[in-house]
């Protein structure tokens, strides 16, 4: 953060602008950063709107009212004791609420693995299937590929058709035995 050099970085805009770029590292009293008492009497006289007879209107409100910066004291306390006791009623409420699922935890997961076990038996046949096949295929080749891949839908044909060849073939070779056999 740089030093201040200039007399003009030492005005209250500057202050500010610096406050607002460094934060509460740049050492700076962030209270210089709202209007004072004495600022604030004089924000009816400094409105430039276009309606100048508003302006009288604004003096006769008083200034708590007007610029409702100030707050008793007690109403603060009793608006923190308020907020502070409802986060701590919400924090019991979920303390509660943690500590009845904890108690039902056992048979939640219970529950939940036998579903999961139940999950993995009712594997559709043709899933496990289609992994042997693709795991014979990748044997077959010698190598892994995706199924995703193109050339694996060739590889699975070429695959495909030496079993319907061997297949014809034992079929070819069952049935010259089963012609040759004597029955009596």
């Known amino acids: 953060m740089p030093p201040l050099e200039f007399e003009w970085e030492r005005k209250r805009n500057a202050q500010r602008e610096r406050f607002g770029t460094y934060g509460l590292k740049s050492g700076i009293d962030p209270s210089i950063c709202w209007p004072t008492v004495e600022v604030t009497r004089d924000y009816p006289n400094e409105i430039h709107s276009p309606y100048p007879n508003i302006s009288p209107l604004f003096q006769e409100i008083e200034e708590e009212q007007a610029v409702g910066l100030y707050r008793e004291y007690d109403t603060c306390v009793r608006e923190m004791k308020a907020l502070k006791q409802k986060k701590e009623a919400k924090e019991a409420a979920r303390l509660a609420e943690l500590e ?26 043709k899933e ?41 073939v034992h079929n070819i070779k069952a049935g010259y035995h089963i012609h040759n056999l004597n029955f009596p």
């Open 100 to 125: 009845k699922n904890l108690e039902k935890y056992p048979e939640v997961l219970a529950k939940y693995e036998a579903s999961q076990i139940k999950a993995e038996k009712e594997r559709d046949e």
């Open 128 to 168: 496990i299937a289609l992994e042997n096949r693709i795991r014979e295929i990748q044997e077959y080749f010698g190598y892994w590929m995706d199924p995703k891949d193109p050339r694996f839908e060739v590889m699975l044909q070429q695959k495909e058709q030496e079993e319907k060849k061997v297949a014809n």
